[in-house]
């Protein structure tokens, strides 16, 4: 029991990180390098859509 609450945190965690990373790059505050940086945030947000369904059909105990 207590080691699935941490697995969905852990997933929780990296689903949000990904997701913040990938917007933080597709915006590209610094204006560098737009080309990597648009395709390096859309590969982030695929990434992080792979996690997207275990985050929401996971139910609070």
């Given at each position: 029991m207590q080691l699935e609450n941490i697995?969905?945190?852990v997933l929780v965690?990296?689903?949000g990180g990904l997701t913040?990373?990938?917007f933080t790059v597709l915006i590209?505050?610094?204006r560098v390098n737009r080309k990597a940086n648009?395709?390096?945030g859309?590969?982030?947000l695929l990434w992080s859509s792979y996690w997207i369904l275990?985050?929401?059909q996971s139910k609070p105990d």
């Amino acid at each position: 029991m207590q080691l699935e609450n941490i697995q969905k945190f852990v997933l929780v965690l990296l689903y949000g990180g990904l997701t913040l990373l990938s917007f933080t790059v597709l915006i590209n505050p610094m204006r560098v390098n737009r080309k990597a940086n648009l395709f390096f945030g859309m590969f982030l947000l695929l990434w992080s859509s792979y996690w997207i369904l275990t985050v929401l059909q996971s139910k609070p105990d």
